[in-house]
């Protein structure tokens, strides 16, 4: 018989996790911080959704409204759903944890691929479950990889698209085939965290086969495009039975009500909205064929963000790279966890920002040669 423990101990898995680390936001001391390693967008949040947020502040002994009902129904007003379908929550990162709280247990698998979200990996270790990672093809998820990798102990199947790090899709057609080969049983959460950043005619982030579906949600997020990041704010559409679980384990006022008002102004200011993916698209497209012509290669993207590959060798390595624009207040994100130890994420930033990486990245590569 063994003896009991001397102290609490967690539940098993929970060791098992790797907490997330954030991408690094400081630059040496007297040297201006250009931070592109958390995708945040350049443009900052609508004043609209500024003004809304310092409207609170005469009301913070408060509660918030803990059903968020503004906020959904301008959710709900902006893409034609049912309010009574959306659930908010704080960031998307909240939301796939009541997910895999509610539909995983222990012993059971949650999918997700090579160089998903750590997020997924996580929130399945912490609910008990068993994490079974799918690989990538050049690198974008393998809906094929994907369906092979389904047991009868498959409970979630997480899939990010666009996805980050990667900055790949998978067009909306290869979506349907992925929910057309799961068991009915099997949870398809699509996160679609950068839905808005993408121009492209075959995709699409997943509300058409929320509303024809039973085992299908889509999570989306306001702190992307939004600019809404320090409030932690996201949302999910998924079917009635799903959203009534969820409401019966999220907290009674999960999300701030500064965060519910600023969300109502951001979703409501189109013209900012225009002027980020404007913004995005432009920049995005520039800084990728200027790293090209230093003989970078970047992974083709759709979202706001870009993966740069580096060679293996001495002198021009991702890690050196990282380290020489560092010191220039250049911070990109180091994506080693997401298994590519020799690639850096950048955000597309301003103007300022993008043209300073590209000038010390032909500077670091000259010095290498």
Avoid at 292 to 317: D, M, Q
Wanted: include cysteine; aromatic fraction near 8%.
């Amino acid at each position: 018989m063994a003896l009991p423990a001397s102290r609490p101990v967690p539940r098993p898995g929970v060791l098992d996790i790797e907490a997330y680390v954030p991408g690094k936001s400081a630059a040496p001391a007297g040297v201006k911080l250009h931070k592109l390693s958390s995708n945040e967008t350049p443009l900052g949040p609508s004043p609209k959704a500024v003004a809304a947020f310092g409207g609170l502040a005469g009301k913070l002994e408060f509660y918030p409204d803990g059903s968020a009902t503004k906020l959904r129904e301008a959710i709900a007003g902006r893409y034609g759903l049912d309010p009574n379908r959306i659930v908010c929550g704080t960031g998307s990162d909240e939301l796939l944890q009541l997910i895999t709280k509610a539909y995983l247990g222990e012993g059971d698998e949650g999918v997700f691929t090579q160089h998903g979200f750590l997020v997924y990996r996580i929130a399945i270790l912490a609910a008990g479950g068993r994490p079974v990672v799918v690989p990538e093809k050049t690198p974008t998820a393998d809906v094929d990889a994907i369906l092979a990798a389904v047991t009868p102990r498959t409970k979630i199947v997480f899939l990010a698209n666009p996805n980050n790090p990667t900055g790949t899709y998978l067009p909306f057609d290869e979506v349907k085939r992925l929910h057309a080969g799961l068991p009915a049983h099997v949870l398809l959460v699509l996160d679609a965290a950068y839905a808005e950043y993408v121009r492209r005619n075959d995709y699409a982030a997943g509300l058409e086969l929320v509303a024809e579906s039973e085992n299908v949600v889509m999570t989306r997020t306001f702190s992307k495009i939004y600019g809404l990041a320090n409030l932690r704010l996201g949302w999910l559409y998924g079917p009635a039975h799903i959203v009534d679980a969820l409401n019966r384990t999220r907290g009674p006022f999960n999300v701030n009500g500064a965060a519910i008002e600023a969300g109502i102004a951001a979703i409501a200011d189109e013209a900012h909205l225009a002027a980020a993916i404007e913004h995005n698209e432009t920049w995005l497209a520039w800084t990728t064929a200027e790293l090209e012509k230093l003989g970078l290669v970047v992974t083709p993207s759709v979202g706001n963000f870009i993966l740069i590959h580096f060679p293996k060798e001495a002198g021009r390595s991702a890690k050196e790279a990282d380290a020489f624009l560092t010191r220039r207040g250049l911070i990109l994100r180091a994506v080693g966890a997401y298994g590519l130890p020799d690639a850096l994420r950048m955000t597309i930033g301003s103007e300022e920002a993008n043209r300073l990486v590209v000038a010390a990245l032909a500077e670091f590569l000259g010095k290498a040669a």
